[in-house]
């Protein structure tokens, strides 16, 4: 009786002791998560205040020390001293070179307009498309050298790039690859794995990061595609509507970054689209076909009082909030025969409600 006693008495002290041992683990856990939280907000925070991104693929490359002294060299007067890999605050035209390998564009030569055709003809073949203002986006392809094109439009499905973008173009346009759009997607969308990787970089779509901020290195390489004066298409809401376009979400940042930190003034075509819910609902694994799509073209918007302002001494910040703005509040475009309402202001839109008829002699 005696022994049994003890033995449960020395049970329920070591039960004791196991369970606050594991007690403490869960809290050292719970700490450092909380301190590894607070580094990575202190860190996107630094980067917004000095304006430089960091990319930490490069900490474990042998080359490491030798590509950041001869970017050092290379832009002694922009860079700042780390650790990590800093780049300048402003984007050369070649700071993306090393991504574009010889192999890659000639793969880009031939998956970009192969992809952008078979859209072009799912789009008008299998669906019914409504084009208004698509003139818009046809005199900005002709636009002079050097010169950057920026496309912003509303996110309801998934597949809005690459269906609308091909829909919008004539097949003669999506033959040459080099004239098309960069885009960007969310690394742990499009590049979770060897294999979607490397499909969506022979597409030219560029990686971001999700929570890592506006000054990363994705960033600076669509604006080196724009010093270029290449075209890049963006979503200013960052995700996709949760709710089949009824609603739009808040404009970000990285838009705004696009149109400022670009060497030349970009010209901005906005659209706006209703129906790719139809064919792409949210948990679709295959598009839908039968659908009618609505696309409306918007006139260029005007940055150059924004422009004027980078010389005067305004925070960064407010710059980056006032192209925000611009986008967000809406305008009414001076077409011949329509008036597209784009507005990212949170309300419901339907294709009444974008489409005004204005008849003109």
């Not at 403490?24 to 205040?49: A, H, P, T, V, Y």
């Not at 890999?85 to 192999?103: A, C, G, I, N």
């Not at 979770?192 to 999700?210: G, W």
């Not at 669509?222 to 404009?251: C, M, Q, Y």
Request: charged share 25%.
């Amino acid at each position: 009786m005696f022994n049994k006693k003890k033995k449960q008495a020395l049970v329920l002290c070591f039960g004791n002791k196991k369970r606050k041992k594991m007690t403490n683990e869960e809290d050292w856990f719970s700490k450092k998560d909380g301190w590894k939280e607070r580094g990575r907000c202190l860190e996107i925070r630094l980067r917004d205040r000095f304006r430089v991104a960091i990319d930490r693929g490069c900490r474990h490359r042998q080359r490491f020390v030798v590509e950041r002294w001869i970017r050092h060299f290379k832009h002694k007067t922009l860079l700042i001293n780390s650790s990590c890999t800093f780049y300048p605050k402003k984007v050369s035209s070649d700071f993306d070179t090393q991504e574009d390998s010889f192999l890659t564009k000639m793969l880009q030569a031939v998956a970009v307009p192969l992809l952008g055709n078979v859209c072009h003809v799912f789009m008008h073949g299998l669906n019914h498309v409504q084009i208004y203002g698509g003139e818009q986006l046809h005199q900005a392809l002709s636009r002079p050298d050097k010169t950057p094109l920026i496309t912003v439009s509303n996110h309801i499905a998934s597949m809005d790039d690459p269906l609308v973008i091909a829909a919008l173009l004539p097949s003669s346009v999506l033959m040459h690859a080099r004239n098309l759009r960069w885009t960007l997607c969310a690394t742990d969308r499009c590049f979770h794995n060897p294999v979607t990787s490397a499909f969506f970089k022979c597409v030219k779509v560029l990686p971001v990061s999700r929570g890592e901020g506006i000054y990363q290195k994705g960033m600076d390489v669509a604006i080196a595609k724009l010093n270029r004066g290449g075209w890049v298409h963006i979503f200013p809401e960052g995700s996709r509507s949760r709710d089949g376009g009824r609603t739009t979400g808040s404009i970000k940042r990285g838009t705004a970054r696009l149109v400022l930190d670009a060497d030349n003034a970009p010209m901005v075509v906005p659209f706006v689209h209703v129906g790719m819910q139809e064919i792409m609902p949210i948990g679709a694994t295959f598009p839908r076909v039968g659908k009618t799509v609505t696309i409306l073209v918007g006139d260029p918007i005007d940055f150059t009082d924004v422009q004027d302002m980078e010389q005067e001494d305004i925070p960064r910040e407010n710059l980056y909030d006032a192209v925000s703005a611009r986008i967000d509040s809406g305008y009414e475009p001076d077409s011949e025969h329509l008036k597209v309402g784009f507005s990212y202001q949170g309300s419901g839109f339907d294709r009444r409600s974008v489409v005004i008829w204005i008849p003109r002699s």
